[in-house]
């Protein structure tokens, strides 16, 4: 009991301490998206250059679906050389190889190689691009996002949520894992200069292996951090932090909490725990609970995707814990990329809906589909 006690007095305390230092937080299970803990997380803000984790997300699907290879050439335009700082310094009429424009934006954040790629993978313009982003944002599940640009210079209504950085980062991560590697390289030369990724959690936190970083004077520092430990892999994001040192301790305080919570390192600390809801005093959110509810079942011709996973044992256990808190019958399906997904089918329109709503608030992530 002492150890539980102390577990909610550290959490309290961070909360406290550093809700001033940041805008919004957020640490979930990648596997099964499950939210450990998170402070406005639904609460719109800048992206910044997190957003070109979408932009990636989109060149994975081209190299997968073959319209892209990694030793393509891309064009550079006049004005992806106009692009402001981070960048890369190309030239117009230049190119740059598939797989070095990858690097560049994951590991340097560069926007003249974010804006390259948005042209060469939709007519040539980044406007057409952005548009793209955000149909596929909302088709994954991303509610409260649009994207304006593909490297997330500032624009009023650039905008997202800690819970959607979550959910596309999840996104990559089951997708495209034969990609995932990009988003852990600390280091990487191009024409003779070395670049180095701002993700001070690479290499000084345990198990961490990506993900990536932002900044504007809008949206401040953000971060977007995975790591794995005892079989669990775990994914922080951390918006409008006042700096690149708050940026990165909050991040790792915020997968620190994580694993705690699942017992890697330490007691498991079990949902009837944590069932306390927000007040004035206590900045904790409410954690998922364990109670089992029902909606009523109404056939049609709408589905629930409560996520997609690479093993059958992860999806399988998700689809017990969907029942668990829904009490609707989850299958495990497999797509042509070898995913397994969670679908609950036939429902109608609003039993879909019901279904969804109630899956959230216990901390699952899903999207309804025709």
Known sequence: MKRVFAFFISVFT????NAADYRAVLVADMDSGRVLYQENANQMNYPASLTKIMTLYLTF?????????????????????????????????????VEDAIKAVAVHSANDVARVLAENLKGGKEGNFATLMTRVANEIGLEHTNFENSSGLPNDDHMSTARDIALLSMAVYKHFPQYWKYF????????????????????????????KTGFTNKSKYSLVATANRDGYHLIAVVLGAENKDVRANTAAKMLNIGFKKLGV???????????????????????????????SYSSGSVGVQCGAFSSYESANKQAARVYQVTGMTANVERNDAGLYRVRINGLSESAAQSTKSMAGANGIDCYTFH
């Open 265 to 295: 390192g330490g007691t498991r600390y079990t949902e009837s725990m944590h069932t306390s809801a927000p007040t004035n005093s206590n900045p904790m959110v409410k954690y998922a609970t364990n109670e089992t509810k029902t909606v």
């Open 14 to 17: 961070l909360c406290a301490a």
């Open 61 to 97: 699907d081209a190299l997968e679906h073959g319209r892209l290879h990694l030793d393509d050439y891309l064009i550079v335009s006049k004005y992806a050389t106009e692009a402001q700082p981070v960048k890369l310094g190309l030239t117009a009429g230049s190119k740059i190889k």
């Open 184 to 211: 852990g390289i600390k280091t990487w030369t191009y024409n003779g200069k070395t670049y180095t990724n701002g993700n001070r959690l690479l290499g000084s936190y345990p198990g961490c292996d990506g993900m």
